[in-house]
């Protein structure tokens, strides 16, 4: 069963650099997806599409957070980043690794972490 | 960027009503839109993609709808495991892909 999994710090200062990481088991890394994508949601709203990652690297970002994140792989870990830098209080929500398997015949998360929440706080 | 709009915004509903959550997008995206249900504490669910296919396990008394730009989802008979925060998404461009606000479904 594919699987992903979210980890970071819990806790970051303003100003300060964000790094989670997405932790893929249960399949194969190169064969099993389509793509990655991590999805944002601040305390009681809505969900914020961030940005997706093919296996080769190649990303896509939404335009209003581009300057500051970064989305990488790392094939040897299986592992897929999120890199946020400059953070502010406005960054603070909970994370979601998320990601389109072969399953699926359209462009669709369809398996998702649990998510990772980010406080913003000095 | 295309923008979707979800109306309404919240809604009651009886165990055992129909109800139908409403997704506009700001172009004609034909039938690149998806569902996705979420429950407090945890990551969103598919539900529905290409508007109409049901995802993998999820019950016939979802169903979806639209093309263009006004997009339905459907659920009748509802049971009580499925108050929820309902999200429309569109897929026709993924830069960027683009969420609609969210329904939530509440038990009157």
């Known amino acids: 069963q594919l699987r992903l999994q979210e980890s970071g710090p819990g806790l970051v200062k303003p100003s300060e650099t964000l790094s989670l990481t997405c932790t893929v088991s249960g399949g194969s890394f190169n064969s099993s997806f389509y793509y990655w994508g991590w999805i944002r949601q601040p305390p009681g709203k809505g969900l914020e599409y961030i940005g997706i990652i093919y296996y080769g690297g190649t990303t896509y970002y939404n335009p209003s957070v581009r300057s500051r994140f970064t989305i990488s792989i790392d094939t040897s870990k299986n592992q897929v980043s999120l890199k946020v830098t400059s953070v502010t209080g406005r960054d603070a929500a909970t994370y979601y690794c998320?990601?389109?398997?072969?399953?699926?015949?359209?462009?669709?998360?369809?398996?998702w972490g649990q998510g990772t929440v980010v406080t913003v706080s000095s | 960027d295309i923008q979707m709009t979800q109306s309404p915004s919240s809604l009651s509903a009886s165990v055992g009503d129909r109800v139908t959550i409403t997704c506009r997008a700001s172009q004609n995206i034909r039938d690149y839109v998806n569902w996705y249900q979420q429950k407090p504490g945890k990551a969103p669910n598919l539900l529905i993609f290409g508007a109409s296919t049901l995802h993998t396990g999820v019950a016939s008394r979802f169903s979806g709808g639209g093309s263009g730009t006004e997009f339905t989802l459907n659920i009748s008979n509802l049971q009580p495991d499925d108050f929820a925060t309902y999200y429309c998404?569109?897929?026709?461009?993924?830069?960027?892909?683009?969420f609609g606000q969210g329904t939530r479904l509440e038990i009157k």
């Open positions: 998320a990601s389109r398997s072969l399953t699926t015949r359209r462009d669709a998360f369809d398996i």
């Open positions: 998404q569109q897929s026709h461009s993924m830069l960027p892909s683009t």
